[in-house]
């Protein structure tokens, strides 16, 4: 996982923060976790989910907040290996169980559990993500924001399009924000640092400044010796 967190914004000022946003008095930040809460073998499923359990337990010890994580996939044999039973029925009644264990820590520990989405795991479209969030209306499950993510091969052409409308109908949710790219292949095949894919950054970019500016900004993808020219890039 190489990622920095290079840019932090200030916690905005009492009385704008929105629904993901921490008690006025507990400071931000994102601790984040990569736990396969949909692994094949039910042993590390298991054991996934309580490592998750106690991120969300132990998160205001470490002075944050927010436990992210990616569902994970069906496949045996990798962390970001596509598999067809990612799209079975199966595969989603397993994750609304590990959520459904997860939200009550989450609520009793002042926590929030935070999804990111991804061509490669079970919950990897934008419709997908609102039903979840609908099954589950609670301020303790909210979203990372990261569109890359959602960005498959054919929908690389209507990057513009996908990007507006996963910012408008989650711009309330975002906890904090990705800041990487995207192959021209989709984010199937790569989601490298900023600046080195085909993202139209901009247009995000100018979101996070005008629409949601307390969002601690995450880069992510590169070697820390990048990190200023990515800087500079942003």
């Known amino acids: 996982r190489r990622q920095a967190q290079a840019l932090h914004h200030p916690p905005p000022a009492a009385g704008t923060r929105g629904r993901g946003d921490p008690p006025a008095d507990r400071p931000p930040g994102a601790r984040q976790d990569r736990g396969r809460a949909l692994a094949p073998d039910p042993t590390v499923r298991a054991e ?11 998160a205001p010890e470490l002075g944050t907040w927010i436990v992210a994580t990616e569902t994970g996939t069906r496949h045996a044999g990798g962390d970001w290996t596509d598999s067809p039973e990612n799209w079975g029925a199966e595969a989603w009644r397993l994750l609304d169980d590990a959520i459904e264990q997860l939200l009550p820590i989450a609520e009793s520990s002042g926590t929030i559990l935070a999804l990111e989405g991804s061509v490669k795991n079970v919950l990897r479209t934008q419709s997908q993500l609102r039903g979840l969030l609908d ?10 924001s990261d569109p890359y993510n959602f960005l498959s091969a054919h929908v690389v052409p209507a990057e513009a399009r996908s990007t507006r409308e996963f910012l408008t109908r989650f711009e309330d949710r975002f906890v904090f924000a990705h800041l990487k790219d995207v192959d021209a292949g989709g984010a199937e095949i790569a989601t490298p640092e900023f600046g080195a894919g085909v993202f139209q950054q901009r247009p995000y970019l100018e979101f996070l400044r005008d629409r949601r500016p307390d969002l601690d900004l995450i880069v992510e993808h590169l070697t820390l010796d990048h990190v200023p020219t990515v800087l500079e890039r942003v």
Do not use: K, S
Not at 48 to 58: A, D, K, S, T, V
Not at 135 to 144: D, G, M, N, S, Y
């Open 48 to 58: 996934n989910i309580e490592y998750i359990g106690r991120c969300l337990e132990l």
């Open 135 to 144: 099954r589950f209306p609670t301020q303790h499950l909210q979203v990372v």
